[in-house]
């Protein structure tokens, strides 16, 4: 059973198209991350939220904690965006554990000129 | 700042061999991990460590080794290797935890024979 669920796993758009990558998750969790990780295989930090929405250019990435849902959104895409993202939470504190990061499986997203 | 570093690239190891995969950062993290990714699969946590001196084990140990003597700098060792720890290892820091915002570093790719 996957605690972290991408969807969906691929997806082909056309430059300028709106995007959206969802990630629904089934545990407790005290935050969420997105992350994009490059053909070249780099990891790069895109978001961490616990609550509501954040934006930073053209990326925009919400959460809805009661529904255990995330959205990561790309307004007027262009083929640098080409890469997979990549959900992951990290689960609510317990026994004064530091926690643990979950990750989904990644979405590989691939726009066209 | 380079961030977080990660030596070798690349390392092609036999069966029973051992290795040190090197990770460093100079941002004064507290908090550094190591994951791996495997195909089909999400990264998933090995070690990681909140401080030097501090580390606990993540959801797949086995058959690694971490130590923490130093804030910059945390090694993973691979005691004997074996085929199935034929991966891409990640390399993270953050400032606090897994709360806060991960630095990646490049990755180490490795071939166990």
């Known amino acids: 059973k996957n605690e972290v669920e991408q969807s969906p796993q691929n997806l082909t758009a056309q430059e300028g198209e709106f995007i959206t990558i969802n990630c629904s998750y089934s545990v407790g969790i005290s935050a969420l991350h997105w992350l994009q990780q490059h053909p070249g295989g780099g990891i790069v930090s895109l978001f961490m939220l616990s609550s509501g929405k954040k934006k930073h250019g053209r990326l925009i990435a919400t959460i809805n904690i009661q529904e255990k849902h995330s959205s990561l959104h790309i307004t007027a895409s262009h083929p640098r965006d080409s890469a997979v993202y990549i959900c992951a939470v990290t689960l609510t504190l317990y026994g004064g554990s530091q926690g643990n990061l979950i990750f989904g499986k990644g979405t590989k997203l691939s726009v066209k000129p | 700042n380079a961030g977080v570093t990660q030596t070798p690239k690349f390392q092609v190891l036999k069966t029973g061999q051992s290795m040190t995969l090197q990770c460093a950062q100079d941002m004064n993290h507290e908090y550094m991990s190591w994951y791996r990714q495997d195909p089909g699969m999400g990264l998933r946590l090995i070690h990681y460590?909140?401080?030097?001196?501090?580390?606990d084990q993540g959801e797949v140990p086995n058959g690694y080794n971490v130590s923490r003597s130093t804030t910059e700098d945390f090694p993973l060792r691979l005691l004997s290797a074996a085929p199935s720890q034929t991966s891409v290892y990640f390399c993270?820091?953050?400032?606090?935890?897994?709360?806060?915002?991960?630095?990646f570093g490049p990755g180490t790719r490795l071939l166990v024979l």
């Open positions: 460590s909140v401080g030097a001196g501090i580390t």
């Open positions: 993270a820091s953050s400032y606090g935890g897994l709360w806060e915002t991960q630095y």
